[in-house]
């Protein structure tokens, strides 16, 4: 993990500067549009953020006061402390830290954006023993957290058993290179390599940040969004939530197990209507043990192009470059996989 994000998929994503910092704007803009934030409550607070540095830069760019940000991994933290010497930026205070033991110079903190690292966490509990001392009076923590039960989450999560341990990223990429030889869409070939080969991965529902919140006895929020146990249109695979914390002197973690902690197995889970496409889809992934790495990667790299939208051609909502998207979406999916399979199994069978 330390090193994985930087090297392997961020290198991707964050190919062209200035279009990751719009797309950072505009993401954390919209983040805080969904829970009513307004930019101006901003503007004296002091933030936490994790991750690859960019959206403490949008955060000091909104005008707040403090911005303190830890990745485990020091090549983001190299590059944001070069980004602030280089724009003599002296507000924000970035560190190396593992989050689930240490939140480095970080206390007092008003607003955690915790967008995209809950779920990568294999340490949950202590990522908020770590968290919740160092939160100020009446503040807040917003996770942005990976939906189970979306098409793409359990895809990923089945697609997932046969490439950890097992693939590289070279190796996918190759994979795609061959699939798609028309160019590189640096964002899916990111997302690729961080779904399939990222260490950690757990897809959560919202019910149990609801449930954690009650526990911990803090006010929780939710986005307003459709409860759904499976539901394979064209939903939002990510969630959000809000905890606010009155006090955080009074938080005592240790009573009970945590719904969204180190317990928490789901990772796929499968709807009733599916579970033969299912059976399927295992018995197929687990016999890719069989052949050599380079199918393995062509098969998964395949069933992946319905995982997410790609330039041009998108398999995932089963449209071609700019036409609406399939109408019957789910059913198209389940219709597509299910050829695949087929496809896949009858090949590796010759
Ligand atoms: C999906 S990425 C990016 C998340 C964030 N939304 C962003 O774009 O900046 C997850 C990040 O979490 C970091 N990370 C994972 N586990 C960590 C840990 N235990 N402590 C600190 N950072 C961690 C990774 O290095 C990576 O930069």
Redesign the pocket.
Known sequence: ??E???EH??NHIHADPEQTLQK?RRRITSELTKFGIAVEQLRDKTIL???????AIVFQELGCRQIYH????PK?VDFLNAYLAEHGIRNITSEQ????RSLGSAHDIDLAFV???YH??ADREG?LAQLLPNMAKDSDILFRVYRAGTWSRWLVGMLRTASIGRLTPAQLLGAYRLLHPYGLDNQFVGDLI?DLLTP?WQAFRPQQFIVDAERLQLQCQQCPAPAFDFDFSDRDENFRVKWHIDDPGAINLATQPMATGQAHVENTGTAPQITDLADKLTELLASLSNYPNRDAATILVALYFLVRKHHGVDAYRGQIADASANPELADWRIAQLQASLTYFRDWLSR
């Open positions: 993990m330390t994985f994000y930087a998929v961020h950072y953020d994790i991750g690859s540095g960019w959206q830890l990745d485990i991994n983001h830290a593992d989050i689930s967008a995209g690292v990568h966490l990522f961080d950690q």
